[in-house]
């Protein structure tokens, strides 16, 4: 997967990444969802990840992004603190889901910037909060990833004590401007992750899918005499679990070529950005919903650890605890798209 360049898809071109469009990165991701729901995760991590080399200067992006092993994954949520030293800043913290950690070559952890003890104000009053870089030798793997689903993604948390972490290689997601220029940098940040996660659910729900139709082309329910795909329940079932899948699918694929196209005009509005978020938890939820229908057709097979519809029930429903795709993410697109005033920060 790193010599298919699939865990820098989002590194900017000059740096040597891949840059893909938004619309690539959803349908690689999906492909790989559909092949492996943990595979199709960590390269959704390192992938999203790699967005963070736009808003590095190039000497440092090139530094951390630039090998072509070069392998980035972290986490947004402010769980360190970072105090202000020469130079740049000493990072202490510990970070849950800090998925495909134990094959990263640096790692990445949100901090609250501490002056003099408390935390630094932005002008609006919230904290300032700053992704700190650092490679993976100097943090600790602390093994917690015994989980129901997407168990192959090693999603432990992560723990540094006392890293002293220069400036340049402290990124806000939220107040910085990115340096690479790039449509894809125009992007919404937060945005294109949930769009990434969106399409392992959609590959996940497209692979359960298919186990069904073939299960359903081989086995006959016990004291039963016809096939499972004979029975008109089943067949309902599939097709409205193919026309569920198949319409937010196509929702999101519509939603990211508006995107993009408004981002390339530079004229991304609050209610695109609103869309595709919508669009995004929308996929997962939608996922979800086919992958319960094929494991319940499935009946007792579908129990089986040789079974991949019991894994795909598994991932899938870990998918949608993701914050980027809660339902209340639902409440954030509904308020802008009603026009209620609301806080577009992490939209």
Do not use: N
Not at 322 to 333: I, K, N, W
């Amino acid at each position: 997967m790193a010599e298919a360049g699939l865990f820098r898809l989002c590194v900017p071109a000059a740096v040597g990444g891949g840059e893909v469009d938004a619309t690539t990165l959803v349908a690689v991701l999906e492909e790989l969802g559909r092949a492996d729901g943990a595979a199709g995760w960590c390269a959704m991590i390192a992938a999203t990840s790699g967005v963070v080399a736009a808003y590095l200067p190039r000497a440092v992006a090139e530094t951390i992004y630039g090998p072509a092993a070069a392998i980035t994954g972290g986490v947004f949520a402010p769980s360190g603190t970072a105090v202000a030293v020469d130079g740049g800043y000493r990072v202490s913290g510990r970070w849950a889901f800090a998925s495909g950690c134990q094959h990263c070559t640096w790692l990445m952890g949100g901090c609250v910037i501490l002056d003099r003890g408390k935390p630094r104000l932005l002008p609006g009053g919230m904290p300032d909060a700053r992704m700190m870089l650092f490679p993976a030798s100097a943090a600790t793997i602390v093994d917690t990833w015994t989980v129901a689903g997407l168990c192959g993604t090693g999603s432990h948390d992560i723990a540094v004590t006392d890293v002293v972490v220069p400036a340049d290689h402290a990124v806000s997601l939220v107040s910085d401007v990115p340096v690479a220029t790039g449509t894809l940098y125009r992007f919404p940040v937060f945005g294109l992750l949930a769009l990434g996660i969106a399409g392992v659910a959609l590959g996940i729900a497209r692979a359960a899918l298919d186990e069904l139709a073939a299960l359903a082309g081989a086995k006959t329910p016990a004291g039963g005499r016809r096939l499972l795909r004979d029975r008109p329940a089943i067949q309902a079932q599939v097709a409205e679990a193919e026309a569920t899948l198949g319409a937010a699918r196509a929702f999101v694929f519509e939603v990211v070529g508006a995107a993009t196209r408004a981002a390339e005009a530079g004229a991304l509005t609050l209610d695109t950005r609103a869309r595709v978020r919508l669009a995004a938890t929308h996929a997962v939820a939608s996922a979800a919903h086919a992958v319960d229908v094929a494991y319940a057709a499935g009946g007792g097979t579908a129990v089986y650890a040789t079974s991949p519809l019991q894994r795909c029930f598994r991932d899938v429903h870990v998918v949608t605890q993701h914050m980027m795709v809660a339902p209340p993410t639902l409440e954030l697109a509904g308020r802008v798209l009603l026009g209620v005033e609301t806080d577009t920060a992490m939209l």
